[in-house]
């Protein structure tokens, strides 16, 4: 995958929806995206005309029988996800009239659920060269930011009056680390250890940037592959 990755012609797949917590299903056909829940009881239906150039639409979710819709048009951009080995989709949210955020302020992230395998090995970010990056926490609707140098990874709060501090080391194979977020005055830590992987976001468009996902791999909290959180880094 190069730094300009296709407007897919067809697409079916299955989206974790990282801040409602549930599935989502999107299908492209051409210049069409249709999104519908999956997994679940509700049969809402939501279609919108996808702009090949940018990969993206404006999405209406105020459809029947969808449950507290946003009170105005998003727009939906796909975007691609790499870490060391693999690829897959997401859809990624803001809201151009900048009502509930700033414009180009990722709202949400819907994670597909199925990794694919791609023909290369992505660099680790920061492992050669020393990283600071600004995230969006996509579940918990705020800001972290992250120092990354060589095998050190540190996690802090971003924008608020928090100062707890999470200190962990870099795989620098998989370019993912073991976290545990039960720190002196982290609000509400997991009980569990998390693992986080730094991922390469592409988007049709050409623009790139860093991305990090957490998992359990105990199982505990969901499947060890499932995506808990996203954070995503602000351009």
Not at 84 to 110: C, I
Not at 146 to 159: A, N
Not at 185 to 202: Q, R, T
Request: aromatic letters at 10%; charged letters at 20%.
């Amino acid at each position: 995958m190069g730094p300009k990755p296709p407007c897919p012609r067809t697409l079916k797949a299955v989206y974790a929806d990282i801040h409602d917590g549930d599935k989502k299903e999107v299908t492209i056909s051409d210049s069409v995206l249709t999104i519908r829940p999956s997994g679940n009881n509700q049969t809402w239906v939501v279609e919108a005309h996808l702009d090949r150039d940018t990969c993206s639409g404006s999405a209406d979710f105020n459809v029947p029988g969808k449950p507290s819709p946003p009170p105005v048009n998003i727009t939906v951009s796909l975007w691609y996800s790499a870490n060391y080995s693999d690829y897959k989709t997401e859809w990624e949210f803001t809201d151009p009239s900048g009502t509930l955020a700033p414009r180009n302020f990722p709202l949400n992230r819907w994670v597909q659920l199925k990794w694919q395998t791609k023909p290369f090995k992505a660099k680790c970010l920061g492992y050669s060269n020393a990283y600071q990056g600004v995230f969006a926490d996509m579940h918990d609707g705020d800001k972290k930011e992250v120092t990354i140098s060589h095998t050190s990874v540190s996690i802090k709060p971003r924008g608020n009056n928090q100062t707890w501090v999470v200190n962990t080391q870099l795989d620098t194979e998989s370019c993912t680390a073991n976290v545990d977020f039960n720190v002196p005055g982290k609000p509400n830590p997991p009980p569990v250890n998390l693992l986080v992987s730094f991922l390469h976001n592409h988007a049709p468009t050409g623009l790139f940037k860093y991305e990090a996902e957490f998992t359990d791999p105990s199982g505990t909290l969901a499947p060890a592959d499932f995506p808990l959180n996203h954070w995503v880094e602000l351009e």
